[in-house]
T-cell receptor
Framework: SQKIEQNSEALNIQEGKTATLTCNYT??????LQWYRQDPGRGPVFLLL?????KEKRKERLKVTFDTTLKQSLFHITASQPADSATYLC???????????FGPGTRLSVLP | DARVTQTPRHKVTEMGQEVTMRCQPI?????VFWYRQTMMQGLELLAY????????DSGMPKDRFSAEMPDATLATLKIQPSEPRDSAVYFC????????????FGPGTRLTVL
């Protein structure tokens, strides 16, 4: 069956460290993968999109990798800050279909 | 600045009642998505429109849910009759171009069905 998993429900790290979040998928062949941030009581906010032929994408302190062989995307936040505390969702395009599927999310807490 | 708006923000209703949620996509966006978010199931796609035409509503329970776009500035999601298991936050999102492009989410409608 098709499944998207994100490494853990919650991740705590110390301010200044690099946070690494994992998104693994099974039985999908996505052409695109996106990462969103969601704060409590708000809708998700788009962060980055990466295509299947791109290995890595960067935006300021954010870096995303996409390994279609491992069926995995890694999301990194360098020099993390307490303001980065939120839930991070990966989402993937279902093989050129009309379906767009979100992972369960990882709640990141950056401790001062 | 441009943003997706949703009304109402909160709705409490009794089982069996009709619920209508409204969404105003960002002007110029041609794709509209309806999602439902719960603690147990996460964010689930219910329906997807492009240029006001429904392209995918396979995630939506057809017997009680319906989604429409009467015009380019309004999308609606109706539940009739509502059930307690429909309690969730319903998000509308809009985008332009292909469905895999960046989606702009509204603030959501928190629905509680008693």
């Amino acid at each position: 069956s098709q499944k998207i998993e994100q490494n853990s429900e919650a991740l705590n790290i110390q301010e200044g460290k690099t946070a690494t979040l994992t998104c693994n998928y099974t039985n999908y062949s996505p052409a695109y993968l996106q990462w969103y941030r969601q704060d409590p009581g708000r809708g998700p906010v788009f962060l980055l999109l990466i295509r299947e032929n791109e290995k890595e994408k960067r935006k300021e302190r954010l870096k995303v990798t996409f390994d279609t062989t491992l069926k995995q995307s890694l999301f990194h936040i360098t020099a993390s800050q307490p303001a980065d505390s939120a839930t991070y969702l990966c989402a993937l395009d279902d093989n050129y279909g009309q379906n767009f599927v979100f992972g369960p999310g990882t709640r990141l807490s950056v401790l001062p | 600045d441009a943003r997706v708006t949703q009304t109402p923000r909160h709705k409490v209703t009794e089982m069996g009642q009709e619920v209508t949620m409204r969404c105003q996509p960002i002007l110029g966006h041609n794709t509209v998505f309806w999602y439902r978010q719960t603690m147990m199931q996460g964010l689930e796609l219910l329906a997807y429109f492009r240029n006001r035409a429904p392209l995918d509503d396979s995630g939506m329970p057809k017997d009680r849910f319906s989604a429409e776009m009467p015009d380019a500035t309004l999308a609606t999601l109706k539940i009739q009759p509502s059930e307690p298991r429909d309690s969730a936050v319903y998000f509308c999102a809009s985008g332009s171009g292909e469905h895999y492009n960046e989606q702009f989410f509204g603030p959501g409608t928190r629905l509680t069905v008693l």
